[in-house]
């Protein structure tokens, strides 16, 4: 059974940052597409940035590039989201996920998923 556990969310003013990190078990992921996603109420859930399971190929949502860097560690089984210059737009419920395969920016394309961490920016 997969499991991902996020952590790092919280409350930040505007212009600060946080990492996001999300901890895979029950499976190795070394060989696994990584992703974030974001989701507040009311809305679908967007694309916010993935990684391959070939370290270097990344894609991000136009919203968050320059700002979001996403990274991985393998042997940890770990999934970060480091978020520089946040904007009060960013706040949601930031999820994981993975995915046998390529990067890809569809949630119906990501078979397991965390919980979720809250990210509230005040202005």
């Known amino acids: 059974q997969v499991q991902l556990v996020e952590s790092g969310g919280g409350l930040v003013q505007a212009g600060g940052s946080l990492r996001l990190s999300c901890v895979g078990s029950?499976?190795?992921?070394?060989?696994?597409?990584m992703g974030w996603f974001r989701q507040v109420p009311g809305k679908e859930r967007e694309f916010v940035a993935a990684?391959?399971?070939?370290?270097?190929?990344?894609t991000y949502a136009d919203s968050v590039k320059g700002r979001f860097t996403i990274s991985r560690d393998n042997a940890k089984n770990t999934v970060y989201l480091q978020m520089n210059n946040l904007k009060p737009e960013d706040t949601a419920v930031y999820y994981c996920a993975v995915r046998h395969g390529p990067t890809a920016q569809a949630m119906g394309d990501y078979g397991y998923w965390g919980q979720g961490t809250q990210v509230t920016v005040s202005s």
């Open positions: 990684i391959g399971w070939i370290a270097g190929i990344t």
């Open positions: 029950g499976r190795t992921f070394s060989t696994l597409a």
